[in-house]
């Protein structure tokens, strides 16, 4: 038997990345906060990512709120909520200005001001041209972002669990009234009494076999809130990033491209002028990880493999900038040199030389679309405040925030930058709001048998009989999942995978994981990670199944087009008595109506 | 090919004393250290403990002894190393065991904390809300010492940090150096007054052990110097 130690906090914060740092600094602010990780915070995946954060601030050249905003419900593909897109690109500029007044080292203009680049679908929306929308501190911004944010929170006394998993939600009559965890150390379970509760547990790409994404990132907040009878929203929607390292999966930013690197196929050519005219290399990510599918397939990768080049070399951008007519903000012709490369993208080339013996000013890096960012998750609304139903229902006490919940603000197609913005914005509104509910609240009674959710999953894995190893059930997942519901997608395949799915969740009741200890039992707390996949799984195969359409990062060979008429709607997805059960709501539309989406 | 990676193990539960195991298996040049010991933990033996996350060398997780030297496992590729001998793979040095390669960060973090490791200036912000001006200049003057990730591999490679763990290590001198030679920063006096005392930047031997360790090619003895001088000169040039 496991002991059992109890804390009380006003609020508790679950996952320590840009969302949860951020909301814990407001959250502290009002009321008592503890952030539970299951990482030293500074190992979070925030701290993965690379190119910048957007805002329109026209630090460079004319921009404006409305311009994001647009270009956002653009690459949603009509999908994202309206009103939280606009609410978010039109808090970007004070909240990045809140982070450079938190210390953040961005990069700078010779004025002294914040520079930015452009990314891909960031456009001015007048000329169709891509914007110089997105701050960044060299290639390091989510490093620069999560560190600066901890920073903060060592100097205003923020409480930490470091190392903590998180195993269960408790509710308690509707409401949330704290979690459970696990001291990874000691094996001791911690029950955090709580009046509110934020989810920030970050993404899931670990669900596919390539993903730019950390081992961490398993969906431990999404699948504990499922096991609650609470609903996913949109996970059929899940971005595959187009640069990728070949086979690895590791991030090379969009950065890169909007530094003037394009990409190339074995015949040498430029093949996204073929699918984006427009804006070519700098399209919104959906459109560029297709084409390289269709490259691929049409056997135009390199040495016919499954992987095309992305090519930065300083040759290669002057060359495909003086086509583009691309200029400096002064008027003079766009020119780059390898050093100016160098200084722009130093982790980047040091991925390259480290991984692939390849040094990106010279050679050209092999590239293939990588797994990357759930657009869909825990349903909330501008407020962060989680929602039980298609009717917008409340859940009191239980907010989440970053890239494990949907508000939507990315619909079927994030934006690049716009998770950085997301997780700040929404983090914030996260804390504001909690310690506002928390400090009108009582704690709720906890009951008697709080751990024992959490303690008899973790006793199913301990005393699991079988003979399946953990890590064999995880590699099928996760390679039926980059085959079969990937960029590409069938009704036929999403079935096959589905099935699958449910196959090795019946083996995963017969594993076998060999430590039994309890001082830092990663065995144990592997396996149930991978129970988390495993469900998450699941209701991305079931939501993509049922919806027979393309739309942004949903793409069906036997449905190619968009429908409105049909699906211009959230899926909701609750798992009921082993079954996955979906119901729609509509989106939020405000002043832009569905369009084509050209690039 | 095959490779041989001789490990320290220890679990606190069962040894009284750590030992070495030797696991061989099939593996690639380009696999990392991290891919080997992912794949023994799957298929050999689950007990195997290690920390890693991100696996590209962002997070910092994954720092650990591999033939004697401090490296992140994930940035460690097997065709660096001599892969007809044993690898032999160990936890950091200087901090105490918790299990296998996994050692308790608490000191580290303790030690990171006392040197004021975060953006100080009450001054009022600029009146329209936007940025504090810097140049790129400026800006660059503590780039390097920016790119921390708080892996402890250099702290963990100090001699002295070794014989003594209330000196507050290079990784937390790193991280006073990005804020003492910010423009932007109000509080350098009070960093280099922390800095200058008996944990501090003076008890550094220059072994440049620290240098050789870090990840991230930060020049650590570089930092260290420039606050020893900004220490004894006054002056934050």
């Known amino acids: 038997m496991m002991s059992v130690k109890t804390h009380q906090y006003e609020v508790v914060i679950v996952g320590a990345g840009g969302a949860g740092l951020m909301a814990a600094l407001y959250a502290s602010q009002k009321a008592s906060t503890a952030v539970i990780s299951k990482l030293y915070p500074t190992r979070s995946h925030t701290g993965a990512a690379q190119g910048g954060i957007s805002a329109a601030l026209g630090n460079i050249e004319e921009d404006r709120p409305e311009w994001h905003t647009y270009d956002t419900v653009k690459g949603s593909d009509y999908l994202g909520d309206q009103d939280a897109i606009e609410f978010m690109c039109f808090k970007a500029p004070e909240l990045v200005y809140e982070l450079e007044h938190m210390g953040l080292p961005f990069d700078r203009t010779p004025e002294g001001r914040i520079l930015q680049r452009p990314f891909g679908g960031h456009t001015n929306n007048e000329t169709g041209k891509p914007v110089r929308r997105a701050c960044h501190a060299a290639d390091r911004t989510g490093h620069m972002i999560l560190q600066t944010l901890y920073q903060q929170c060592i100097k205003n006394d923020v409480t930490f669990f470091d190392e903590f998993q998180v195993l269960d939600l408790i509710m308690v009559n509707g409401k949330a009234a704290g979690v459970v965890a696990i001291e990874l150390a000691t094996g001791d379970l911690h029950v955090f009494h709580a009046k509110a509760v934020i989810m920030a547990t970050g993404g899931w790409g670990r669900v596919w076999e390539i993903t730019s994404n950390a081992y961490a990132y398993t969906g431990d907040g999404a699948a504990i809130v499922l096991r609650k009878g609470l609903p996913l929203e949109d996970m059929e929607f899940f971005q595959f990033h187009p640069t990728g390292i070949y086979k690895l999966g590791i991030l090379i930013t969009e950065g890169v491209r909007g530094e003037g690197g394009v990409l190339i196929n074995d015949k040498g050519e430029r093949f996204m002028e073929k699918y984006a005219p427009h804006v070519k290399d700098l399209a919104s990510r959906d459109v560029v990880s297709r084409a390289m599918y269709i490259e691929m397939k049409e056997g135009r990768g390199i040495n016919g493999q499954r992987y095309l080049y992305l090519d930065v070399r300083p040759e290669t951008v002057n060359k495909y900038a003086k086509i583009d007519g691309r200029t400096n903000p002064d008027g003079t012709p766009y020119q780059v040199t390898a050093e100016e490369i160098l200084h722009k993208l130093p982790d980047i080339i040091d991925f390259c030389k480290t991984y692939l013996g390849v040094d990106p000013v010279k050679e050209p890096m092999p590239v293939q679309p990588t797994a990357h960012y759930a657009m869909g998750g825990i349903p909330t609304n501008v407020k962060t405040e989680v929602l039980a139903d298609e009717k917008g229902t409340v859940v009191p006490g239980l907010y989440a925030a970053g890239e494990n919940a949907c508000v939507s603000v990315h619909g079927a197609n994030r934006l690049g ?126 939501s993509a199944l049922a919806r027979k ?47 084509e989406r050209v690039y | 090919m095959q490779v041989t990676l001789k490990i320290l193990r220890y679990n606190p539960e069962k040894d009284a004393q750590p030992h070495y195991e030797r696991y061989t298996l099939d593996a690639e040049p380009t696999d990392r250290i991290l891919d080997v010991l992912e794949k023994i933990k799957a298929h050999e033996d689950g007990t195997l403990t290690f ?53 308790d960060m608490t000191t ?38 920016t790119k921390c990730i708080l892996c402890g591999a250099c702290t963990t490679a100090c001699p002295t940090f070794w014989a003594d763990n209330s000196y507050v290590g290079p990784s937390a001198i790193v991280n006073a150096h990005r804020f003492i030679f910010d423009s932007r920063d109000r509080a350098a006096a009070e960093r280099l007054k922390i800095l200058a005392g008996e944990s501090g930047v003076f008890r550094c031997r220059t ?24 220490i004894i000169t006054g002056r934050l040039d």
């Open chain 1, 417 to 542: 930058t716009n998770s950085l913005l997301d997780l700040v914005v929404f983090g914030k509104e996260a804390g504001v709001h909690a310690a506002e509910y928390a400090t009108g609240a009582a704690f709720e009674p906890l009951p008697g048998d709080a751990a024992d959710f959490a303690r008899s999953q973790l006793d199913a894995i301990l005393n699991s009989k079988g003979n399946e190893r953990v890590a064999d059930i995880a590699a099928e997942m996760k390679h039926e999942m980059m085959d079969k519901v990937g960029v590409f997608r069938t009704e036929e395949g999403m079935q096959e995978a589905l099935n699958k799915i449910r196959e090795l969740k019946e083996r995963f009741q017969h594993i076998h994981i060999d430590d039994r200890g309890k001082t830092f039992n990663t065995d144990l707390l592997t396996a149930w990670e991978i129970g988390n996949l495993l469900d998450i799984a699941e209701v991305t195969a079931a």
């Open chain 1, 549 to 595: 359409e393309s739309r942004g990062a949903h793409s069906r060979d036997d449905y190619p087009k968009r429908d409105d008429q049909n699906w211009l709607k959230h899926t909701l997805a609750w798992r009921r008595d082993g079954e996955i059960e979906l119901r729609y709501k509509p989106v939020v539309l405000t002043k832009y109506e569905p369009k």
């Open chain 2, 51 to 103: 920390r890693r996350s991100c696996a590209h060398g962002i997070c910092g997780s994954c720092a650990m002894r591999i033939n004697g030297r401090n490296r992140l496992a994930c940035k460690t590729l097997l065709q660096t190393l001599d892969t007809s001998k044993e690898i032999t793979v160990e936890p950091i040095l200087g901090l105490p065991r918790v299990k296998d390669l996994v050692v």
């Open chain 2, 108 to 145: 580290f973090f303790d030690n990171y904390k006392k040197v004021m490791p975060y953006f100080v200036n009450d001054e009022p912000l600029p009146e329209d809300g936007r940025e504090r001006l810097q140049s790129p200049e400026e800006r660059e003057r503590f780039d390097d010492t």
């Open chain 2, 207 to 230: 072994a440049f052990n620290c240098t050789e360790a870090c990840p991230r090619e930060i020049d650590i003895t570089k930092a260290i110097a420039e606050v020893k001088r900004a």
